[in-house]
């Protein structure tokens, strides 16, 4: 039912329908983080629908997130995002429960812009350090703890390169992510390819492989604020989201 959701979603969309990596309401591509930034003073504040094979192992079932996200700076980017709980994800009886949202977990995310894309000389990619959830409250209490609530937590370096082919041109990303974690642990390259296509730059498509799984999908900028995001994850499970953009002054 996902799957057709998901597939009726782009044929609806494309015809008609830049970057905001929506899974963590920060910039990037689809589920891995990429060397871009957003305008200085943009906001966004999203939604996501969360399959439950692309959240750490903690989530053996479908949820939902949302967000707030302000670039304070051409060099930073903060966002505040919050995944919810199932009931008996946080001890419930399962049969009293079992089904329904009762608490959230929350967790900020920073960006850094370590170096623009051609600043020194005119192949060098853009350069981002960035980390999402790098602190628990729970478990051993730490930055970069292996246990605890951090279940979303990574640190990592992204770069990304735009190529022109001909009258088109293609973002060639690449990072390295890392974590502590036990229940969804990260120590490997991701890498990703990304298409605007000159005759609709608001269309925007997408294949990656995040360190863990390969993954399609595409993004779509409405009337300059609205950001659609659909994701095939491992090809087959469906994930996508809202955003709205601001721009401030």
């Given at each position: 039912?996902?799957k057709?959701?998901?597939?009726?979603f782009?044929?609806?969309?494309?015809?008609?329908?830049l970057?905001?990596?929506?899974?963590?309401?920060?910039?990037?591509?689809?589920h891995?983080?990429?060397?871009?930034?957003?305008?200085?003073?943009?906001?966004?504040?999203?939604?996501?629908?969360?399959n439950?094979?692309?959240?750490?192992?903690?989530?053996?079932?479908?949820?939902?997130?949302?967000?707030?996200?302000?670039?304070?700076f051409?060099?930073?980017?903060?966002?505040?995002?919050?995944?919810?709980f199932?009931?008996?994800?946080?001890?419930?009886?399962?049969?009293?429960?079992k089904?329904?949202?009762?608490?959230?977990?929350?967790?900020f995310?920073f960006?850094?812009?370590?170096?623009?894309?051609?600043?020194?000389?005119?192949?060098?990619?853009?350069?981002v350090?960035?980390?999402?959830?790098?602190?628990?409250?729970?478990?051993?209490?730490t930055?970069?703890?292996?246990?605890?609530?951090?279940?979303?937590?990574?640190?990592?370096?992204?770069?990304t390169?735009?190529?022109?082919?001909?009258k088109?041109?293609i973002?060639?990303?690449?990072?390295?992510?890392?974590?502590?974690?036990?229940?969804?642990?990260?120590?490997?390259?991701?890498?990703?390819?990304?298409?605007?296509p000159?005759?609709?730059p608001?269309?925007?498509?997408?294949?990656?492989?995040?360190?863990?799984?390969?993954?399609?999908?595409?993004?779509?900028l409405?009337?300059?604020?609205?950001?659609?995001?659909?994701?095939?994850?491992?090809?087959?499970?469906?994930?996508?989201?809202?955003?709205?953009?601001?721009y401030?002054?």
């Open positions: 039912m996902i057709r959701i998901a597939i009726i782009l044929l609806v969309c494309c015809p008609f329908m970057s905001a990596q929506l899974t963590y309401g920060v910039t990037g591509l689809l891995m983080p990429s060397g871009e930034m957003q305008k200085d003073k943009t906001v966004m504040i999203g939604g996501n629908f969360l439950k094979e692309i959240t750490p192992s903690g989530w053996y079932y479908h949820t939902y997130n949302y967000y707030l996200n302000v670039t304070i051409p060099w930073m980017e903060v966002a505040y995002t919050a995944t919810l199932q009931s008996q994800h946080i001890g419930i009886d399962w049969k009293v429960g089904g329904k949202f009762t608490n959230q977990d929350r967790y995310s960006r850094f812009r370590a170096l623009e894309e051609g600043q020194f000389w005119k192949y060098m990619p853009a350069v350090l960035g980390t999402s959830d790098p602190y628990t409250g729970s478990g051993d209490g930055i970069a703890s292996s246990d605890g609530n951090g279940y979303f937590s990574r640190f990592y370096i992204a770069a390169k735009h190529i022109p082919v001909g088109e041109e973002g060639v990303h690449l990072s390295y992510l890392w974590n502590n974690r036990n229940d969804y642990p990260l120590n490997g390259i991701a890498m990703g390819i990304s298409y605007n000159s005759f609709h608001q269309l925007r498509l997408i294949a990656e492989y995040d360190s863990k799984d390969f993954a399609m999908g595409a993004t779509y409405l009337f300059n604020h609205l950001h659609a995001q659909v994701e095939m994850q491992k090809m087959k499970y469906f994930t996508g989201g809202l955003t709205y953009k601001m401030l002054r």
